[in-house]
């Protein structure tokens, strides 16, 4: 019975097809707007994961913070605050428990040259630890030796841009560029990363030992960071608390003194955006679900004005023995079915929006099979909460005055 049930539906929906589409349509509008944006805000999401994770695993990033007392940004102060140096990195080396790698780095915004081609790179003083706490692989060539770093020798590694605008496709290993005014011997490529959720290209740089860096583009020993990641059995949280104990017992902060430098925990801000997006992305999908309420409205709409054109059909039922049930369940059929079809159309709708807009964006396509089923299930649900008065009303009507209805 019930699959004669719905076929009958199918044919009245067939035998409206115009208005029936219209009614579907705001069903259509919201699960594709619903589909779409947490599709979308999937992606993103995942964009955003993807980014941190590439800047590397379980990582804090240690950096000179604001000094105590008055001046802040801006101040007069502000430019004298207390750099890191190798005090601090060697502490860390040598105490601290729980981290995977450390690795010291400064970074400077300098021309590099190779032949007559010259162009703006970041170039990133540093040491062989980097690429583990960096989460950064090697293409092709070697990293620095420990010799290498500690002589301060003229070696580099450069990442895929720099390589293709010098070397096209070609192998950069041993040949000579010129970093700002020192002669630079490529000894290594960079696996290629990509640019971030912030339009920044990370393969846009050339790494060199932290002593030839100091000596030869800084010409100072500060450093701009400490980069340490944490092993998997040490949760980043446990190991920022260690590591800021080192650092404030090296440079001899007291007990009440406030922290002249800062950590930031990758892992915290990956969790943070992440959720972000996620209450953003829920926030207009709650507003693109008013569509499907909006409707639900318009097929309990038309399905009181179906009851009211099929009134005489109502009482021929009901006069050669069908039952209220029957009558109720036609009509609550036919509103579902109506309501699924348009739930059909807008998640291949929702699913080619967020498709589309992931390829404009930049960004993973991500459709969520759990979204996908609650949108097929929320649609027939409003179908039968909507359909039902329209269905009851046609199913208590009176067969004597259902005959008499022109």
Known sequence: MIWETVRLALRSVRRNALRSFLTLLGIVIGVAAVIAMLTIGSGTTEKVKSDIAQLGSNLLVVHPGRPAGPGGPGGADWGQRRKLGAKEFDALSTRLTGARAISAASQKQVRVIYGTESTSVSVTGTDSAFLEARNWTLASGRPFTEQESRSGAGVCLIGETVRQQFFGSGDPDGELIRVNRSTCKVIGLLQAKGYTGFGQDQDNVVLMPLLTYQRRIAGNRNIDNIYVSADDSVSTSELQTRLENILRDVRRIPPDGEDDFGVRDMTQIADTMASASATMTGMLGAVAGVSLLVGGIGIMNIMLVSVTERTREIGIRLAIGAQEKHILIQFLVEATVLSLLGGII?????????????????????????????????????????????????????????????
Request: charged fraction near 10%.
């Open 346 to 406: 807008g998640i291949l709708l929702g699913l080619s929006l967020a498709g589309g807009a992931a390829i404009a964006l930049s960004i993973p396509f991500a459709p969520n099979p759990a979204v996908v089923l609650l949108a097929v299930g929320f649609s027939a649900l409003i179908g039968m909460v909507f359909g039902f008065f329209p269905a009851l009303r046609g199913a208590r009507l009176d067969p004597i005055d259902a005959l008499r209805h022109e």
